[in-house]
């Protein structure tokens, strides 16, 4: 079946750093790929996405590359703010055919620190 | 658009009430999901509707909870009787298939419900 898989958190680095937060998924063909960030208080919101091999996906200095060899969409951001302070959601959209639905990884909390 | 609109932002209930989370989503879209989203589970999808007919309700917890859509811009989750493990962060999700995968899913604030 598909599914998605998040590195645990809470990821806890100083403002400025380096910023990688690992996603891997099982799924047959090509799925659509997401990251979607929660700030404390709000509901998600979607953050980058890729729909093919590939692919690169980049918004508010985060990005993520669609990688079909590694099964992998790793979510980085070259330096990281204490405004990134958020949980971060990794999810798929299965290729067309099958039940029209997000699958989601279980989150991973950032926390930057000053 | 102002969004995907949810009500009430807040739920203080007794065990054992009817609890009513409205949704209203942004207009034009013809998917909407139900979530819930807790610290032991995470977020889970407990139904989802297609042109206000439901596609899957196999995350539905139990025969206490349930959902209807009448029309594209109104939706309901009602847990009768309701219980105190049923308190969660409630969201209502909408979208759009112009282009099946590359569809963005747009969150509500959610409903934070309490069950006392």
């Known amino acids: 079946g598909n599914s998605v898989t998040q590195m645990e958190g809470p990821v806890t680095l100083s403002e400025e750093a380096f910023l990688t937060i690992n996603c891997t998924y099982t799924?047959?063909?090509?799925?659509?790929l997401f990251w979607y960030v929660q700030y404390p208080g709000e509901g998600l919101q979607l953050l980058l996405k890729?729909?093919?091999a590939d692919d690169k996906g980049s918004n508010k200095g985060f990005e993520a590359t669609y990688r079909k060899e590694t099964t992998s969409f790793h979510l980085e951001k070259g330096s990281v703010q204490v405004s990134d302070s958020a949980v971060y959601f990794c999810?798929?959209?299965?290729?067309?055919?099958?039940?029209?639905?997000?699958?989601w990884g279980a989150g991973t909390k950032l926390i930057i620190k000053p | 658009d102002a969004g995907v609109i949810q009500s009430p932002r807040h739920e203080v209930t007794e065990m054992g009430q009817e609890v009513t989370l409205r949704c209203k989503p942004i207009?034009?879209?013809?998917?909407l999901f139900w979530y819930r989203q807790t610290m032991m589970r995470g977020l889970e999808l407990l139904i989802y509707?297609?042109?206000?007919?439901?596609?899957?309700d196999s995350g539905m917890p139990e025969d206490r909870f349930s959902a209807k859509m009448p029309n594209a811009s109104f939706s309901t989750l009602k847990i009768q009787p309701s219980e105190p493990r049923d308190s969660a962060v409630y969201f209502c999700?909408?979208?759009?298939?112009?282009?099946?995968?590359?569809?963005?899913?747009?969150f509500g604030p959610g409903t934070r419900l309490t069950v006392l």
């Open positions: 890729a729909t093919k």
């Open positions: 509707f297609n042109n206000n007919v439901p596609i899957d």
């Open positions: 207009s034009g879209h013809d998917y």
């Open positions: 999700a909408s979208s759009t298939t112009g282009g099946w995968g590359t569809d963005t899913q747009y």
């Open positions: 799924a047959t063909g090509y799925p659509s």
């Open positions: 999810a798929l959209i299965p290729p067309r055919g099958s039940n029209y639905q997000l699958i």
